[in-house]
């Protein structure tokens, strides 16, 4: 198994099991449209596909990580461990973000100041402000690790093949075909009105961004394509009319029962079009319930 080299919100590491649980045994191209930090997509490590996401910076990063790693692993080699040397480094990555094209060297300094970054910053968390710029504070670490150079060698094979988009979720649609798989991890649906999933970028995702995905599925699940979505309990209404789709309620360790006077407290849902005889397999969770 391939490891994510960044650190990302809503990260999927300890739901892998539970996720990929519920993907068909076999699948032509993988294309995943939120991809993030990328836990599954490198978990999935897969011969053909896609990955997408609106943060200009985050693509950037897998197209060097994908293109030119020997010349991003040399660039990280150049940083420094300091708290003055860290605000520095934010503030020109801030900067970059003022230009409206960047040189392929700036690319390359603006993909390694994005590792560094992640992986000292405080609680390894990406947050933009309003205007879009990277503004956590520096953290507390012994001796952290921003070169990543195994991790980006072994990404870098697995995104050869791999098409990165930096538009809305939707293109989906003309790049998937019938017998591919796609999985989605959209900025979930808030819980409680003053909680905010979304405060890692900028622009937000709201309740019609919600449906416009939700119409997304059904139309990829309509062109013969699997479909599995990450999100939080609220956005089950969207779905629960479709007789389509399974509703999975999960945790961060477990699947819960999906009775819901039966479960307990619960972080996640996966919804899928996947017929259970065609899911690669069962979890321990699964005997457990």
């Known amino acids: ?69 020997d010349v991003l692993i040399t660039e990280n080699k150049t940083h420094e461990h300091t708290e003055e040397y860290y605000y520095d480094a934010r503030s020109e990555f801030n ?22 970054l992640n992986r000292t910053c405080f609680n390894g968390l990406y947050r933009e402000n309003s205007d879009g710029e990277f503004n956590v504070s520096f953290g507390r670490y012994s001796n952290p690790d921003w070169v990543q150079e195994q991790r980006i060698r072994k990404a870098s094979r697995v995104l050869q093949d791999t098409a990165v988009f930096n538009t809305d979720f939707s293109y989906v649609v003309d790049e998937a ?45 309509e062109m013969g394509i699997s479909v599995i979505l990450s999100n939080s309990p609220p956005v089950t209404e969207l779905y629960e009319d479709y007789d389509a789709f399974s509703i999975r309620y999960v945790d961060a360790t477990r699947a819960i029962n999906s009775d819901a006077s039966s479960r307990g407290e619960v972080s996640e849902v996966l919804i899928t079009n996947v017929p259970p005889d065609e899911q690669r397999r069962k979890t321990l969770s699964d005997f457990t319930e």
């Not at 068909?24 to 995943?32: D, K, L």
């Not at 959209?186 to 003053?194: A, C, D, N, R």
Request: aromatic residues 12%; hydrophobic residues 35%.
């Open 177 to 221: 075909s019938s017998g591919d798989l796609v999985y989605f991890d959209p900025p979930y649906e808030p819980v409680s009105k003053t909680a905010d999933f979304n405060s890692y970028q900028a622009a937000g995702f709201d309740r019609e961004d919600q449906r416009r995905l939700r119409d997304v599925v059904i139309e990829l699940t």
């Open 95 to 116: 900067t970059l973000l003022t230009q409206s094209t960047l040189t392929q060297d700036e690319r390359v300094r603006e993909a390694s100041l994005l590792l560094y």
């Open 1 to 69: 198994m391939v490891e994510p080299i960044l650190k990302w919100a809503g990260g999927k590491r300890q739901l892998l099991s539970e996720i990929t649980a519920q993907f068909p045994i076999s699948y032509e191209a993988y294309h995943e449209p939120f991809v993030g930090g990328g836990a599954v997509f490198f978990h999935q490590d897969p011969d053909d596909g896609t990955i997408n996401d609106l943060n200009t910076r985050l693509t950037t990063f897998y197209e060097i990580v994908r293109d030119q790693p």
